[in-house]
């Protein structure tokens, strides 16, 4: 379970988030959808621990544990996931290297023992035919030449050899054909679970008819402003940001 | 007295062209252009007797084919169609007698001009279409002394040479080695130079190659150890069509400088070029790259690239890149870029988010950034033996 609670988060001088509020119960799937600027990002650098933003009011909690002290890698190693919406190239690092170092460096910090090479590739090769990803891809350098869908594939491919319990997807559908959409979708769905959340942001509707979210809320102006189930989406994507908040928008 | 004083009243009698360079412009100093990043004052400034080793005794070359002992070669095994020259023979062969014979000019060729004055070279000649590789090692075994490795190789008509050397240390040496190269049409050098000297030895290396039409060079450098590490590379490109490729990576810790020079002079049409450089500076260390084109009038075509990227680990490392372009042809294909900066705190925000902690993931991001040199190389086990010294000299922590 995650809760985020009353808040506020400031980029130099400019307040992004004005108060945000959130819970996220164990299992569920909730989407954030919310005009441009109106902190969607934000909110998921802050709550995965990026620099750059100062915490002015309000916590995140997960487990019952706040992580705002947390650096980036401890958050993860308790089972935080960041789906970037913009994932970055790394020349010279091997995918497969980054992926292996990754999970280990969880496994450690969980108190596990580290995979040899036989385990961890039978893992990998389990979630990369999950994912229709083809057997050269990662012997690549970290998402170097990779396409918008094959970016996105890898971003879904790290989360279920991670097998976070928490999972924030900040625009997975961005620069995805319909295709890729649904492959992005089904390695999603496959990772629901009662132990399980998501938090998916998107600007679109068309992401949440393959992703089915039990809670639907906007964002704007840094706030929730409304809060509804899947239907909420719907009528969002028929009458507008406009319509359905007013003056928020 | 400090080194040079006794090596120039040590050379006081000689009279030959080489001698008399050095002796009247001494050590390079930053005034020279081709010097001005990387001080030679330590070296000036040492008081070790000047002691050139006596010849070694026949020593055993462990794995390699060729090990220089205190700059005196022992030559244990030698390919078919590659032969090591007497000097006598050697100065039959008119382009092996003309690099035992040739005359530096230039101030900032002093160190090298000191090499020839004070060396005896090893001749090497590849016969016509061999394919020929050769593992050498560089070893200053004796303490406080300058040592003066010194190779004449010509590779003949559609002959190819791999040459694989490693210089190191036992400490308090200077090497300062002179390597001249004939590569005749259509033949090919691989050449791949590692510098992990102790680090209170200081290396230079001096490498002249003279390369004719339709030849293919390929260079890989790294330094890692010593005190001072430069390696000064000179291409004269006789002929059309010769394709060369270097990537060389200086790495700069503690003190540390090192440095690569790069000179190419495309004097004739349609040749390729393309140099790539990384440096890593942490500590207090200095890591120099100058490189230059220099394209003739005649030399159409030419399509020559250069790329040099920096990364400073620390506030008090620097890295000095000076790229060049001389160009007087008008239809030519030419470029550099040169980056400095610190790791990029995206990159080091996704590793962590994924959970890697900091300090590994910004080692990952430094074996990434010199891995795009050592993937330039064509012979695996060469990489692999880089990668480990890289590797060590990443895990390490270095004082001094």
């Given at each position: 379970m995650i809760e985020i609670k009353n808040l506020h988060a400031r980029v130099d001088d400019k307040e992004?988030?004005?108060g945000l509020s959130l819970t996220i119960p164990n299992g569920e799937v909730h989407a954030i959808m919310g005009p441009n600027g109106a902190g969607k990002s934000t909110l998921a650098n802050v709550i995965s621990g990026k620099d750059g933003y100062e915490i002015t009011e309000g916590d995140i909690l997960f487990h019952g544990q706040s992580v705002l002290e947390m650096e980036p890698e401890e958050r993860a190693h308790l089972g935080l996931f960041l789906a970037f919406q913009y994932p970055v190239e790394i020349p010279g690092v091997n995918s497969m290297t980054f992926l292996r170092t990754a999970l280990n460096a969880k496994r450690k910090a969980n108190g596990e023992a580290e995979l040899d090479g036989a385990e961890f590739l039978r893992i990998v090769k389990t979630a990369m035919k999950n994912l229709k990803i083809k057997d050269d891809f990662l012997k690549r350098s970290v998402n170097v030449g990779f396409s918008g869908g094959e970016k996105k594939r890898f971003e879904i491919l790290q989360m279920q050899v991670l097998s976070p319990t928490f999972a924030v997807l900040d625009e997975t559908d961005s620069g995805l054909d319909i295709d890729a959409l649904k492959v992005v979708a089904e390695g999603v769905n496959m990772l629901r679970d009662p132990s399980r959340s998501f938090l998916v942001i998107t600007h679109y509707q068309r992401l949440l008819d393959y992703i089915e979210p039990d809670v639907v809320h906007i964002l704007a102006d840094g706030k929730i402003q409304k809060t509804g189930d899947k239907n909420l989406a719907l009528e969002l994507e028929e009458k507008g940001y406009d319509a359905v908040i007013g003056d928020a928008a | 007295m400090t080194l040079i004083d006794t090596l120039k009243s040590t050379l006081a009698d000689d009279t030959s062209a080489n001698a008399k360079l050095f002796l009247d412009n001494g050590i390079p100093t930053p005034k020279i252009e081709k010097w001005h990043y990387t001080n030679l004052n330590n070296i000036m400034r040492t008081?070790?007797?000047?002691q050139k080793a006596?010849?070694?005794?026949?020593?055993?070359?462990g794995e390699s084919d060729i090990r220089f002992f205190d700059g005196h070669a022992t030559v244990c095994s030698v390919p078919d169609g590659v032969t090591i020259l007497a000097e006598r023979e050697a100065s039959a062969h008119p382009i092996l007698q003309s690099m035992r014979t040739q005359e530096f000019s230039k101030r900032d060729e002093s160190l090298a001009a000191l090499s020839h004055s004070q060396s005896t070279p090893l001749f090497i000649l590849v016969d016509k279409k061999v394919e020929a590789t050769l593992v050498l090692e560089n070893f200053s075994m004796l303490k406080e002394s300058v040592n003066f490795p010194h190779l004449c190789i010509a590779v003949t008509e559609a002959a190819s040479l791999t040459l694989s050397s490693h210089s190191h240390s036992a400490g308090e040496a200077w090497s300062n080695i002179l390597t001249q190269i004939h590569i005749a049409n259509d033949a090919s050098l691989t050449l791949m130079n590692l510098q992990n000297e102790r680090k209170d030895t200081a290396h230079t290396s001096h490498t002249f190659i003279q390369a004719e039409e339709g030849s293919a060079l390929n260079i890989y450098g790294m330094n890692i150890g010593g005190s001072l590490g430069r390696q000064t590379i000179d291409i004269d490109l006789n002929g059309k069509n010769i394709q060369t490729n270097i990537a060389a990576a200086n790495l700069a810790d503690g003190k540390q400088t090192q440095d690569f020079t790069i000179h190419m002079n495309h004097n004739h049409p349609s040749c390729d070029t393309n140099v790539f450089s990384r440096n890593v500076c942490r500590g207090r260390g200095q890591s120099v790259f100058q490189g230059k084109f220099y394209v003739a009038q005649?030399?159409?075509?030419t399509d020559a690239e250069m790329s040099c990227k920096s990364l400073l680990l620390s506030d008090r490392a620097r890295a000095d890149s000076k790229p060049e372009l001389e160009i007087y042809a008008d239809d030519v294909k030419c470029g550099h870029g040169a980056t400095v900066g610190t790791l990029d705190s995206e990159s080091l925000f996704y590793l962590m988010a994924r959970g890697v902690p900091r300090k590994d993931a910004e080692n990952l991001l430094v074996e990434g950034f010199i891995e795009e040199m050592l993937t330039r190389i064509p012979d695996d086990a060469t990489a692999k033996i880089w990668r480990a010294h890289f590797a060590a000299w990443l895990a390490a922590t270095y004082e001094g």
């Open positions: 992004i988030l004005k | 008081t070790w007797p000047f006596s010849h070694a005794s026949q020593q055993s070359c005649q030399a159409q075509q």
